[in-house]
């Protein structure tokens, strides 16, 4: 019986032709980082429920219908990470990386969650994301920011807008709430499901609806900025001239919100108009109140996080003339038993010699005739030859492949000074 098993829905195979996009991007803001001294830290994919549960909230989309949970073997409740800033915060608690200590870290992996799959929306997608702890005034919030805008410098976007806003405290948020709860009390009629349970429990997120019906209510909702208390306000306007200071435009935008407790003060978008409906390549905020949460002592907390398979479709339709590496500079021909063992040799003295030539050697015997085909369907630059032939007089053949040119010979103890020169490495 023939099986055919496909990919999960929603979870990519990311082929040969996608890869050195993707090494390309994540070596790029890799680098970044480092620039900026943030350190990287690897945490599990799996982890348990309850950690989701207590951080993201029974009452958001992502814990009540996102996520992939299961009993393992031994009846524990375990759920494929959603998103990592839960994990970092617990593996923080758990090795006392916040103890007299003010770490900036960044992580990359993939998420998981059970969404309905469409472009840009994936269930299981990638991110890079950064948090930094301890931290409480403006001056983190902006190097986080200009460090992101920096990503997007580097790769030469453009297209790509930053939203701010601040949630105040969770004290100044509790009366904007209960107005926020009056005001769309006032319009139930134009509610829709989702909203209508969010009303009581968290009013907030309703703001953050994509419903395109409910947008003119929600843009006619009363604004946080009302009813912010002094220290948010000072902490949001700090911000807004270090930005400036730094050149980087943004627009405040008073629908920016996450629906929970602890978060506070500054969260921000990175936003574009190019990638339709899921238009929001990079999220974060201040989170000032997780930590305490999960009964560490109380410290404060900001990050983000950039979804990749955006980034990637947002650098494809803007700047696709990138260095992208896909292919041998050489693919090495070896014809005959004899040449094997001395061709496998020169290779590595090649890769001893010169670093950062890429070469393929062919495995496999056959004809030189089906060895240059397999030669030139590489992509390589050029073909290096030994057969008989070559192998009594110690020289290689060397044969460019992308334009018309004889074969010519190079001694063996030249090889490495004559691709150097080919090649310009
Ligand atoms: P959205 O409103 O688009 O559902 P979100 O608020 O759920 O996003 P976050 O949890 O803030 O997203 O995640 C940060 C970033 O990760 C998003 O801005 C987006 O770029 C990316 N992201 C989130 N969910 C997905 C997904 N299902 N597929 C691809 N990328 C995603
Ligand atoms: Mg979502």
């Known amino acids: ?32 980082l480092q620039r900026y001294a943030y350190q990287e830290i690897r945490l599990p994919i799996l982890e348990k429920t309850e950690l989701f549960e ?41 090795h006392g990386l916040f103890n007299n200590s003010t770490p900036r870290l960044w992580y990359m992996g993939p998420m998981f969650r059970h969404e309905r799959p469409q472009k840009g929306r994936l269930r299981q997608f990638h991110q890079i ?16 920011i200009m460090l992101s805008a920096r990503i997007w410098a580097e790769l030469g976007l453009k297209n790509i807008h930053l939203q701010i806003n601040t949630l105040g405290t969770a004290e100044s948020r509790r009366h904007y709430r209960e107005v926020l709860i ?34 003119s209510l929600i843009a006619a909702a009363p604004g946080l900025d009302e009813y912010l208390d002094d220290e948010s306000a000072h902490h949001f306007a700090t911000l807004q001239q270090l930005l400036n200071a730094s050149g980087l435009d943004f627009e405040i935008n008073l629908r920016l919100v996450r629906g929970l407790d602890y978060y ?46 955006r980034l990637l479709a947002l650098v494809a339709t803007e ?75 110690n020289t290689v053949g060397l044969k460019p492949l992308r334009q018309k040119a004889e074969q010519t010979e190079i001694p063996w103890q030249r090889l490495a000074e004559v691709l150097r020169q080919h090649l310009g490495l």
């Open 129 to 144: 994301g950064v948090e930094a702890y301890g931290m409480a005034g403006p001056d983190i919030d902006a190097e986080i």
């Open 319 to 393: 700047n696709p003339e990138k260095d992208i590496i896909n292919q041998p500079h050489v693919y090495f021909i070896i014809a005959g038993d004899k040449a094997l063992p001395v061709a496998l040799r020169l290779a590595e003295d090649l890769r001893n010699s010169l670093p950062s030539l890429r070469l393929l050697t062919h495995c496999g015997g056959g004809s030189f005739k089906s060895q240059f085909k397999k030669a030139d369907k590489s992509g390589a630059e050029l073909a290096l030859i030994i057969g008989e032939t070559e192998l009594e007089k």
């Open 1 to 32: 019986m023939a099986v055919n098993i496909q990919a999960i829905r929603g979870m990519h195979d990311v082929l040969t032709d996608q890869t050195p996009h993707w090494q390309y991007l994540e070596r790029m803001i890799q680098d970044i």
């Open 264 to 309: 506070s003060k500054t969260v921000f978008e990175w936003v574009t108009d190019r990638l339709g409906a899921q238009g929001t390549v990079c999220a974060g905020g201040r989170y000032d109140g997780l930590i305490g949460h999960f009964g560490g002592k109380p410290s404060p907390a900001i990050g983000f996080a950039i979804g990749l398979e």
């Open 54 to 94: 207590r951080s993201i909230g029974e009452l958001t989309d992502i814990v009540s219908k996102e996520m992939y949970t299961f009993e393992d073997r031994n009846g524990d409740r375990l759920t494929l990470r959603p998103e990592a800033t839960a994990g970092c915060v617990r593996a923080g608690l758990q």
């Open 182 to 215: 009056e005001y769309f009390q006032d319009n139930l009629d134009a509610l829709d499901d989702d909203s209508r349970k969010r009303l009581e429990r968290n009013p907030l997120r309703i703001l953050d609806s994509k419903n395109a019906d409910m947008q």
